[in-house]
């Protein structure tokens, strides 16, 4: 369905191109891309790249990343993520006249604007402006070709043309009988028209099949383009004239498809580019005043489109006579599809192939286009013409350095590397997006058989969320059954192998258990968190557990509700912080079996709780989407509370998105109002993420229970922040993982992190290596001096009274091991014998002296005896004959 707007009176003036000079805008996914059907996927913007992103075969997210056009640094490219929406972002766009603007709209029924920064890697944490919600998910929306701050946006059945700058609607256009599916401004900005799904009063069937359909509007003319279905499911195209709307005046088939048609104009040139999305097509006709569509040529390329946009003009090398470039997107590349037009001399600038385009300065402002205001911008002359003297101009040498694989109409002298070429002396995209992790090659493995604990039966497997599910110290670990009376099996890691059929002594604690935790500092305590509002102390002997446990040691009370997590302090002991429904956090003394301290603050339910590494600060996370940074030993309020858009995490940078998009915040405790350094989408899960950070690698491992991967990334101070490592992946979920301390690890296999993971019958050793040559000596560079984490730095009283502490550090190199800085350099030694051996020179005077020394050992030394005086003679009586006679 077809309908043509005006939203305020049209004026007179010349035609309009809405330009954007050298941003360009794409969804793409790393392994696997899932776009939106209704969107082109790609927009042009102003100097850079910028895409929807997806990450292993994932579901959609919210995150678009902005990379350069132009290539630095040897043909390196910077990409920086924009966390833009909860949900999957549905279209955005570019102002025509601040290069800087983006609009983004979404699923999660908002549009909101961004001010990115001129290096594009400094991008804002929060938008500028947020308009809606529009009440359903937004479909479409474009920025006025004319007005400053004008943008129409189309969510369900209703489009609205918004005042940015007063952040208000000004209109809100008549209820389209569907869903809308696109918008189209007149060049002039006097006209709206708008394409659905199905038709109504008021407006025309566009195309038989209500499938996907476009709307492109033809310059300044009267004339609007349509691509759409027809009943036979062929992708077509069809030209209506807007002063006799009852029928189409040119129609066409393209062929058949199930991906929509993209059509892209050129309005210098009439230039008309359809490209195919899902298919490998693309054509490019030019709109003429006989209203017909001669073919000029066709480009079929051989991976499947999933997007495409024009580059803006400035970024074409017009000195080749190139008019027009196609930025193809596919699932792992951008592919650069050059049009030129041959001519004799390349010298001199075409001005026929290149006319005067329209400038990047509004013609009028918002209020004054409402009110009836239809100046159009004016053209700069001679903006593309490198040989003119122009402030604004540029070289082809400083084009976008995104070259194009020659079509049909490309000259043969573009022949500069393409971002898409698979050629393996080339790098692709995915090798220059920034620094690489030494981790990077992380390799998680299970231990052998023998080390696995198994047989184990009636696993509880309904602890809270906020409870990992499993606990462990370097003696023992500890795991919930699903029993009467809160049980829970204290297993020693010292005794692997298949559990008995009979029951195993647990502790009996009376109350299910909703989180538990070892001392760090006690190896033989155990504390637990009922449902009762109680904390159990439990002492294990230490040989293990003989026979069922009843009696705790302790019983903390204090909280009203039910208790969801408990973590003892890093530095003290016999410090414990405890968490509760009834919204308080309490920091018990267990020495004098008292609460110390009592944390307010809270509106809604605490999902989890951390100390900072120091002991100082403790931070919580909750329902109402708020970090609250403490200084308890100072106040009971938070010194800092910063919102939060996620839901549940695993701990306070931890997150989990309201649409179960499952993220990863990284902020300054020295400034959470600030907003994140940086934001990494993991994926798209129910589970809550359960981090483990290693300080002395500055490696976090993130796992939720029911996953079957265990994600890794290394955390520098720089950005990106965040670098991806090797992942671990099981065939089977686990219910829990939990990592050991770091003497567990084997240093002389390079293990870096030892953890166990829980299965619905046994538990079995993960080891997470790093592969290195030579692994006979001690790498220190993995291996740097570890704290003694099992051993307090200060007791309870002094930690109260304002004291901090530190642990004292150990090396946890062998002996017999020499570390790798100090292994000796073995010398290079070549391979083969260098071939200045054989093709020396030699002089004549050097060949003869050869040729006679070769000679003379053949002939040998005059003073040697001759071989017969070697002979020897015969006796006096061998010469007697038989006469008797000499």
């Known amino acids: 369905m077809l309908r043509g707007w005006n939203p305020t009176p049209a004026g007179d003036g010349s035609s309009q191109l809405s330009w954007r000079q050298a941003w360009l805008c794409f969804w793409m996914a790393c392994v696997a891309c899932g776009t939106p059907g209704k969107q082109d996927g790609v927009q042009q913007g102003a100097a850079m790249m910028d895409w ?66 001129e290096s594009g890697q400094d991008l804002p944490s929060s938008p500028g402006v947020i308009l809606g919600p529009a009440g359903c998910q937004v479909e479409t929306l474009q920025f006025h070709p004319t007005a400053d701050g004008v943008l129409v946006s189309g969510a369900g059945r209703t489009a609205k043309v918004w005042d940015v700058a007063q952040q208000k609607p000004l209109t809100a256009l008549e209820p389209h009988g569907d869903l809308i599916q696109s918008v189209s401004w007149k060049q002039d900005g006097a006209l709206l028209g708008t394409s659905s799904k199905v038709s109504a009063v008021g407006s025309i069937q566009g195309h038989e099949n ?32 807007t002063r006799r709307f009852n029928s189409s005046l040119v129609s066409f088939a393209l062929d058949t498809s199930s991906g929509a048609a993209i059509p892209l104009l050129d309005p210098d040139t009439g230039l008309l580019v359809v490209a195919g999305k899902v298919n490998v097509m693309g054509s490019t006709a030019p709109l003429t005043p006989c209203l017909h569509f001669p073919l000029v040529t066709q480009c079929l390329t051989e991976g499947k489109a999933k997007g ?91 084009g976008s350095g995104l070259s194009s694989p020659p079509s049909s109409l490309s000259s043969p002298s573009s022949s500069a590397p393409s971002l898409s070429t698979t050629s393996p002396s080339q790098k692709s995209l995915q090798s220059i997006l920034g620094p690489s992790s030494k981790f990077r090659h992380t390799l998680g493995t299970v231990l052998p058989r023998g080390t696995h604990i198994t047989n184990l039966k009636g696993l509880n497997l309904t602890t809270p969320g906020e409870s990992d599910g499993i606990c462990a110290n370097r003696l023992r670990v500890a795991i919930p059954l699903l029993s009467a009376g809160g049980q829970i099996a204290v297993l020693e890691l010292s005794k692997p192998g298949r559990l008995p059929d009979t029951s195993v002594p647990t502790i009996e604690n009376g109350t299910p258990v909703a989180d538990f935790c070892w001392d760090p500092f006690d190896l033989q305590r155990l504390a637990v968190a009922g449902d009762d509002a109680k904390i159990r102390l439990w002492r294990i002997p230490p040989g293990g557990l003989q026979e069922t446990l009843l009696e705790p040691e302790a019983v903390l009370r204090g909280h009203t509700e039910k208790i969801y997590s408990l973590k003892f302090h890093p530095l003290a002991a016999d410090i414990l912080a405890s968490s509760s429904y009834d919204m308080s956090v309490r920091i018990w003394d267990l020495q004098a079996g008292r609460e110390e301290l009592c944390l307010r603050g809270h509106r809604d339910q605490i999902f989890s709780l951390a100390w900072s590494p120091d002991g100082r600060k403790l931070a919580t996370v909750s329902k109402d989407g708020r970090v609250r940074v403490y200084a308890p030993r100072q106040s009971s309020e938070p010194e800092q509370v910063r919102s939060h858009c996620g839901g549940p995490g695993g701990s306070c940078w931890a997150q989990g998105s309201l649409r179960s998009e499952r993220q990863l915040y990284l902020s300054d405790a020295a400034s959470l109002a600030a907003g994140p350094l940086a934001v990494v989408s993991i994926d798209t899960a129910p589970s809550t993420l359960i981090p483990f950070y290693d300080p002395d690698t500055s490696v976090v491992f993130l796992t939720g229970k029911g996953d079957t991967r265990v994600f890794v990334y290394e955390l520098v101070p720089e950005a990106p922040f965040f670098l991806e490592c090797n992942s671990f992946a099981s065939s089977d979920p686990h219910k829990g993982f939990v990592f050991l301390p770091k003497t567990e690890c084997d240093v002389r296999e390079v293990e870096f992190a030892r953890a166990l993971r829980l299965r619905q019958s046994s538990i079995e050793p993960v080891a997470f290596r790093v592969p290195r040559v030579k692994k006979d000596y001690f790498q220190d560079d993995i291996y740097p001096a570890t704290a003694v984490c099992w051993e307090p730095a200060l007791p309870a009283a002094a930690w109260r009274a304002g004291t901090d502490g530190q642990h004292r550090t150990i090396s946890l190199q062998p002996p017999d091991m020499t570390p790798v800085s100090a292994a000796p350099q073995e010398a290079p030694t070549r391979k083969y014998v260098p071939a200045s051996v054989y093709l020396e020179e030699k002089s004549d005077e050097q060949k003869k002296e050869e040729l006679l020394s070769a000679m003379v050992a053949k002939l040998g030394n005059r003073d040697d005896p001759l071989p017969q005086e070697s002979f020897e003679g015969v006796d006096e009586a061998e010469w007697v004959g038989p006469g008797g006679l000499l």
């Not at 499938?211 to 759409?228: E, F, I, Q, T």
Request: a negative charge.
């Open 308 to 398: 495409a946009a024009l580059v803006p003009k400035r970024a074409l090398d017009v000195m080749s006579c190139e008019v027009l470039r196609v930025l193809q997107l596919t699932d792992s590349f951008i592919v650069p599809i050059s049009y030129t037009v041959p001519r004799k001399s390349l010298q001199e600038f075409h001005e026929d192939l290149f006319p005067d385009s329209t400038g990047p300065v509004p013609a009028v402002s918002a209020q004054g286009w409402w009110a009836g205001d239809n100046k159009q911008a004016g053209a700069l002359a001679g903006l593309f013409n490198p040989l003119t003297p122009c402030g604004v101009c540029s070289s082809p040498q400083e």
């Open 52 to 117: 929807w992103a997806a990450r292993d075969l994932c579901c959609l997210s919210g995150v678009l990343g902005i990379v350069p056009l132009e290539s630095q640094d040897g043909g390196k490219r910077a990409v920086s993520q924009l966390c833009c929406h909860s949900d999957v972002v549905t279209d955005f766009d570019f102002s025509p006249f601040d290069a800087l603007l983006l609009a983004t709209g979404s699923a999660d029924e908002t549009v909101k604007l961004w001010r990115l920064s």
């Open 210 to 241: 209500n499938k996907d359909s476009r709307l492109l509007w033809m310059n300044a003319s009267d004339y609007v383009l349509s691509v759409g279905f027809s009943q036979m499911r062929e992708r077509e195209v069809k030209l209506w004239d």
